[in-house]
C-alpha cells in the first residue's frame, strides 16, 4: 500500500537541531514528480503550512515563521524529502506531516492529495 511514512521527531532543546524524513513507502510508489509539504498542527491550533518543495527541488516556499531556520529538501533517487530544522523554539512544537501534490508545481503551496501519519516535534525550553 502507498504511503509517506515520517521519521526523526523527538524531543530537544530550544536552540537545537532536528532533521525529519518523508519516505514514499510502497512497491511502485513514486514522489519523483510530486511537489511535496511539511504542515504542522500544534494542540489546539489549526495546521500551518511549514514549506514546499517542486518535484525537480528547484524551487522551494516557506512559512514566514520558519523562514530563515527550515530548509526542504529532496533526494528523488531515495524517495525521500527532508525538513532540516534549526534554532528551534518551544513555539515550533507540534506535529508535523508530509503531503505529496501530483501537479509537481510550487503553487498553491497548500495544495496535497496525499498525506503522512505525522512525527511529534517537541521543543523545550
Known amino acids: 500500500q502507498a504511503q509517506l511514512v515520517e521519521s526523526g521527531g523527538g524531543l530537544v532543546q530550544a536552540g537545537g537541531s532536528l532533521r525529519l524524513s518523508c519516505a514514499a513507502s510502497?512497491?511502485?510508489?513514486?514522489?519523483?514528480?510530486?511537489?511535496m509539504g511539511w504542515f504542522r498542527q500544534a494542540p489546539g491550533k489549526a495546521r500551518e503550512f511549514v514549506a514546499r518543495?517542486?518535484?525537480?527541488?528547484?524551487?522551494?516556499y516557506y512559512g514566514d515563521s520558519v523562514k530563515g531556520r527550515f530548509t526542504i529538501s529532496r533526494d528523488n533517487a531515495k524517495n525521500t524529502v527532508y525538513l532540516q530544522m534549526n534554532n528551534l523554539k518551544p513555539e515550533d512544537t507540534a506535529v508535523y506531516y508530509c503531503?505529496?501534490?501530483?501537479?509537481?508545481?510550487?503553487?498553491?503551496?497548500?495544495?496535497?492529495?496525499?498525506w503522512g501519519q505525522g512525527t511529534q516535534v517537541t521543543v523545550s525550553s
Open positions: 510502497g512497491r511502485t510508489f513514486s514522489i519523483s514528480t510530486y511537489a
Open positions: 503531503a505529496g501534490d501530483v501537479s509537481g508545481r510550487i503553487v498553491p503551496p497548500t495544495t496535497a492529495q496525499f
Open positions: 518543495i517542486n518535484w525537480s527541488g528547484s524551487t522551494t
